[in-house]
């Protein structure tokens, strides 16, 4: 059974940085259907949707599906236009957390289609920032580029410390 998104919540912010002000949050959405839009004729129906962000800094940097999805009301319900859900993030963040730590910077996390791992990274106070600054120079990610950078800055003092086109 799946744990209760306060519990994987509470256990994936441990992971963080101290200090480093990253906030996941996850919430339902229920959207209301039209009959004439793709249910069928069966008048309203309810379509429970799911929305994921994170914040850095009281900022939302990643935002799931709004900076991710366009609904396609035209193909729905034979193509459903949110076919990656909120439940396979809490899946992803599960994996994330269940991967030891000495295999994150190279385990490749297949079911990341928006770059969620990444911030994660930035973020998991059991990677250097060494190690972190050579993963992302290989990897470049803006959203874990700003994580680092941020996370780099509360240690050090210092600024900026590249940019995604480096």
């Not at 839009?37 to 709004?66: D, H, Y």
């Not at 250097?128 to 580029?145: A, W």
């Amino acid at each position: 059974m799946a744990k209760r998104w306060s519990k994987l919540k509470k256990e994936i912010e441990s992971l963080f940085e101290p200090g480093l002000r990253l906030d996941l949050h996850c919430v339902d959405v229920n959207k209301s259907i039209d009959a004439k839009n793709g249910n069928l004729g069966e008048g309203l129906s309810m379509l429970s949707l799911g929305n994921s962000r994170v914040n850095l800094n009281q900022e939302t940097i990643w935002n799931f599906p709004k900076d991710f999805k366009e609904p396609n009301f035209e193909k729905w319900p034979e193509e459903n236009p949110w076919k990656y859900s909120v439940t396979e993030i809490n899946v992803l963040i599960r994996d994330y957390i269940d991967t030891p730590k000495d295999k994150l910077l190279s385990q490749e996390f297949e079911n990341d289609l928006f770059g969620l791992t990444k911030i994660l990274l930035a973020a998991d106070r059991r990677i250097s920032i060494k190690k972190l600054l050579g993963y992302f120079k290989q990897n470049p990610d803006e959203y874990g580029l700003r994580v680092l950078n941020q996370r780099a800055s509360n240690k050090s003092g210092s600024h900026i410390l590249f940019k995604k086109s480096d």
